[in-house]
C-alpha cells in the first residue's frame, strides 16, 4: 500500500540543488575567501563533496552560456 503525506499533494515534486536552494552566492562568497569544500558543506548542510560536484556542474553551464554569448555578438 503507497503512503502519502497528506501535506504534499500526490503531483508535488522535490526539487534539489544548489541554485534551487539559494546557495550560489554563500559558496561562491566563501569560494573568494578561501574556504575548503568542507567548510561549505558544513556551512550549507551538504555534503562537501555533492557541493563541488554540483557547483562545478552549475560553473561549467555559466561558462559555456557566456561563451555561447560571446559566438552570438
Not at 558543506?41 to 560553473?59: K, L, T, V
Request: hydrophobic share 40%; aromatic share 8%; proline share 4%.
Amino acid at each position: 500500500m503507497p503512503t502519502t503525506n497528506k501535506y504534499l499533494s500526490e503531483n508535488s515534486q522535490v526539487r534539489i540543488g544548489l541554485v534551487t536552494q539559494g546557495h550560489i552566492s554563500t559558496i561562491e562568497c566563501m569560494l573568494e575567501g578561501g574556504a575548503a569544500w568542507p567548510d561549505i558543506g558544513r556551512a550549507i548542510n551538504w555534503d562537501p563533496a555533492a557541493a563541488a560536484q554540483d557547483y562545478a556542474i552549475y560553473a561549467f553551464t555559466q561558462l559555456r552560456r557566456l561563451r555561447q554569448g560571446a559566438k552570438d555578438h
